[in-house]
């Protein structure tokens, strides 16, 4: 599993590989220490698992490296960390594509556990952010039970069909409807039908708030295939 570092601070880069050999001692970790570093080694094309991304490094403004990264690398998911969690900055990093937000003054258990929602296609946003957005309460469809404690909820128990649990998590990746149609090769109207699906399923609005709904349900997205593993 490939794991890429972005961040300037040599003690921070330290305890996260130190935190990633606690998900799995298999990990190799690299590291870039500007935007400029990142970009080259994205511009690689090696595989990676996940990329973690300090927001405030040299040479980037604000959300514009992750922006960049998202439209480099769209199928790698990208964590911010950053010393600022404000809900404007966590909400910000969300609507750019980010699959999650952890705070660097989170406990070592915090952000392990973070990561390894990330990594089996959940999403990660702080419980003081998650808190502070007015739940919105999915009904569960006609014939189905509650999932069994300790079970994951998964697409289908909310409803919606295989085709648009790959939407979802397409959608998730912060990809346009037009490039979902593209590599699902289906009409852009069938991608617009089953985004509708999705948002009725999870009685939300838009892309962001998918995101706080997936996080409050702890739902599973499923693997794509042809998306890389990072091994």
């Known amino acids: ?9 040599p003690l921070i880069v330290q305890g ?4 990633l050999h606690d998900i ?8 870039a220490g500007s935007a400029d570093q990142a970009l080259a080694v994205l511009d690689q094309n090696k595989p990676l698992a996940l990329i973690l991304l300090d927001l405030g490094l040299p040479g980037a403004a604000g959300l514009d490296l992750l922006i960049r ?13 950053s010393a600022n969690d404000d809900r404007e900055i966590v909400l910000g990093s969300l609507d750019a594509g980010a699959m999650g937000f952890i705070s660097k003054r989170s406990a070592t258990p915090v952000l392990v556990s973070a990561l390894q929602l990330v990594l089996s296609g959940g999403v990660y946003i702080p419980p003081q952010v998650l808190a502070a957005v007015p739940a919105s309460k999915p009904v569960a469809p006609l014939g189905t039970s509650p999932t069994p404690e300790g079970r994951r909820v998964t697409p289908s128990d909310l409803g919606l069909t295989d085709r648009q649990a790959e939407v979802l998590a397409l959608l998730v990746e912060g990809k346009p409807n037009k490039i979902i149609c593209r590599e699902l090769s289906v009409s852009e109207g069938t991608v617009k039908t089953h985004v509708s699906a999705i948002l009725r399923a999870l009685n939300v609005g838009n892309r962001t708030q998918v995101l706080f709904a997936l996080s409050r349900l702890g739902v599973q997205l499923p693997a794509r295939v042809g998306r890389p593993a990072g091994r």
């Open 24 to 31: 799995d001692p298999s990990v190799e970790s690299e590291s």
């Open 16 to 19: 996260l590989t130190v935190a």
């Open 1 to 9: 599993m490939n794991i890429l570092i972005v961040d300037d601070h």
């Open 69 to 81: 990264i998202r439209d480099k690398r769209p199928e790698v998911p990208v964590v911010v960390l």
